[in-house]
């Protein structure tokens, strides 16, 4: 389990891909937005200061967590794009809905990982609280915006050495 005291986000910039030759898609939930706002906003920081051209990261927004999957797909099908990063927040409630929520939206995005053979950075928050979530978007526990990001590069530099 995490500590309040451990940033998780933390990397070592030398061991990011240069991606200036990268073209990355993000789909972003609207639900949730005052978290996954931070989380596009630490996305964003993470490939820019990898190199990545503005011009070469589109984003998309959807409704929420369970159209993730599909608007992956949407920009997983153009060949211009070599990766994609996939952004939302589900919070527990009083209902199995979370459950259903967290696992289609989890099995979606392998889909379209699998499917189109493109990296697509899982970062879907399914915390017990707002708080958790707010502490995973930017506080204390870092930003898992720039966790998928990273991987994202990573993954596309890897396919390229394959």
Not at 62 to 80: C, I, K, M, R, S
Not at 129 to 157: C, F, P, Y
Request: charged share 20%; glycine share 10%.
């Amino acid at each position: 389990m995490a500590t309040s005291l451990k940033n998780l986000s933390a990397f070592d910039q030398d061991t990011i891909p240069n991606g200036a030759d990268f073209s990355i898609g993000i789909v972003v939930s609207e639900w949730n937005g005052h978290i996954t706002s931070k989380l596009l906003e630490g996305a964003m920081e993470t490939l820019l200061n990898a190199g990545v051209n503005q011009s070469n990261i589109h984003v998309k927004q959807v409704p929420g967590a369970f159209e993730l999957p599909l608007g992956a797909q949407w920009l997983a099908q153009n060949d211009q794009i070599d990766g994609v990063i996939a952004i939302g927040v589900v919070i527990q409630g009083e209902t199995r809905h979370f459950d259903f929520v967290c696992s289609g939206t989890t099995q979606g995005i392998v889909d379209v990982t699998l499917k189109y053979n493109k990296p697509v950075g899982f970062c879907l928050l399914t915390d017990n609280t707002e708080q958790q979530s707010i502490d995973r978007a930017g506080g204390k526990h870092g930003n898992k915006g720039v966790e998928a990001a990273v991987t994202v590069l990573r993954m596309i530099e890897l396919k390229k050495n394959f």
